[in-house]
């Protein structure tokens, strides 16, 4: 990160998900003082306030297997511009969302920087669906896959190339929910995962030492993908597919700890807070303490 500087895009899309709710999270982000949090470890923040995005009352889902897809395409190409741009201003790129179908747009952008672009995906889910996987249609099931250049061509191209990424430079971590066709191709595109058992077993200090090593190896940038229902949903209700047995929020924070040590980010989205089913605004504050982690925060 050149001078310091952050500019933060909120994207308030819903289109993605099943309920609605998750288009106000940039804004519980917000009002969790993300900017004061970053200003205090000595940041200069820019907000660029948020993308248009339509509301899904006034239209029709259309294709069901892909639902919103004309929509989530024109947002996610206003990102993917939008990104492009944050990171050719020499700012790093801090996204909220918004549902986690907003990662297309955001890779696509950060990627045209990067010859080869490692990517860590924090998910109780592993977003690898494509619309003859999914079981809902829903499109934030499947970002990840998308990025990989598995898809429905109009969203697998958005922003120019694809694929954007490589299997061998992903690494999903907290996964405990994965559905039968995201099991098929983890195992034969040999994709890193890092199940909760695995946490358990290892240990987050360890997981995230392998996961650096992968996702650096042979790559020029790294981006954070950081999807709230990979926490425990006693640490983090607001979301909207929430599963049982998750990251606590020491084990959150460890491993936000150890991506700030190494220094190896180049841009970062805190994804799928949803302050209709949170309490007290629980969620987007567990976003922003993360955040305030992953740029430094230190106890002493
Ligand atoms: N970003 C998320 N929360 N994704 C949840 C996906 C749930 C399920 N795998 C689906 O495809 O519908
Ligand atoms: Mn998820
Ligand atoms: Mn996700």
């Not at 099943?18 to 804004?27: E, I, K, N």
């Not at 994965?178 to 290892?202: K, N």
Request: charged letters at 20%.
């Amino acid at each position: 990160m050149r001078n310091n500087e952050i500019a933060m895009v909120g994207v308030p899309m819903d289109l993605g998900a099943d309920r609605r709710g998750v288009d106000m999270g940039p804004s519980a982000i917000r009002y969790a003082s993300v900017k004061e949090k970053l200003a205090g470890l000595g940041y200069r923040v820019k907000d660029l306030g948020n993308l248009v995005v339509p509301t899904p009352e006034s239209m029709d889902a259309g294709e069901n297997k892909l639902k919103y897809m004309r929509e989530i395409t024109a947002v996610s190409r206003e990102l993917a511009e939008t990104t492009d741009q944050v990171v050719q201003s020499g700012c790093f790129p801090l996204i909220l969302g918004g549902d986690h179908s907003i990662a297309i747009g955001s890779i696509a952008g950060v990627a045209r920087h990067h010859k080869r672009m490692g990517v860590i995906w924090f998910d109780a889910h592993g977003d690898l669906n494509t619309s003859k996987t999914s079981p809902s249609g829903n499109i934030h099931g499947m970002p990840l896959a998308i990025s990989l250049g598995w898809g429905h061509p109009d969203l697998v191209n958005i922003g120019g190339v694809s694929p954007k990424l490589r299997p061998e430079d992903v690494v999903i971590i907290g996964a405990r929910q994965l559905d039968e066709g995201e099991r098929t191709l983890i195992r034969e595109q040999g994709i890193h995962v890092f199940t909760m058992h695995d946490i358990d077993r290892m240990g987050m200090g360890p997981v995230m030492e392998e996961a650096l090593q992968i996702v650096t190896d042979g790559t020029d940038g790294v981006h954070l993908s950081l999807d709230l229902d990979s926490l425990d949903p006693v640490d983090a209700p607001g979301v909207g597919t929430p599963v049982a047995g998750g990251i606590t929020y020491r084990e959150s924070h460890l491993a936000m700890e150890i991506l700030a040590e190494t220094g190896v980010l180049t841009s970062a989205e805190f994804v799928e807070v949803n302050p209709i089913l949170d309490h007290g605004n629980r969620t987007a504050k567990a976003a922003v303490a993360l955040i305030g982690s992953v740029f430094g925060e230190k106890v002493l």
